[in-house]
Nanobody, 118 residues
Framework: QVQPVESGGGLVQPGGSLRLSCAASGSILRINTMGWYRQAPGKQRELVAAITSGGQTTYADSVKGRFTISRDNAKNTVTLQMNNLKPEDTAVYYC????????????WGQGTQVTVSS
């Protein structure tokens, strides 16, 4: 399996926005549920959002109404639009391109750092 490549992280002030992208290869990906996870210092990696091949989405309660996950099956990409960012959103964000239920089963990429601070 090929590692996904995440991009789009950075430093942003509270209330700001970022758009994360994840690119991966493999035709099988278009039938997979894919998702974004995050890991803050000293905490376990947690699910942020997931999207099925049909476009059904799941969000962590902490990001509902602020984050939007989407996918482009033709390009094998999954995107996370993050609005109204809060300091508690600070973490390394990872995508996983193969979820079984909501359990990540695919390889992890390097992640992309998101820091929300004034």
């Amino acid at each position: 399996q090929v590692q996904p490549v995440e991009s789009g992280g950075g430093l942003v002030q509270p209330g700001g926005s970022l758009r994360l992208s994840c690119a991966a290869s493999g035709s099988i990906l278009r039938i997979n549920t894919m998702g974004w996870y995050r890991q803050a210092p000293g905490k376990q990696r947690e699910l942020v959002a997931a999207i099925t091949s049909g476009g059904q989405t799941t969000y962590a309660d902490s990001v509902k109404g602020r984050f939007t996950i989407s996918r482009d099956n033709a390009k094998n990409t999954v995107t996370l639009q993050m609005n109204n960012l809060k300091p508690e959103d600070t973490a390394v964000y990872y995508c996983n391109t193969r979820l079984i239920g909501l359990v990540p089963r695919g390889p992890w990429g390097q992640g992309t750092q998101v820091t929300v601070s004034s």
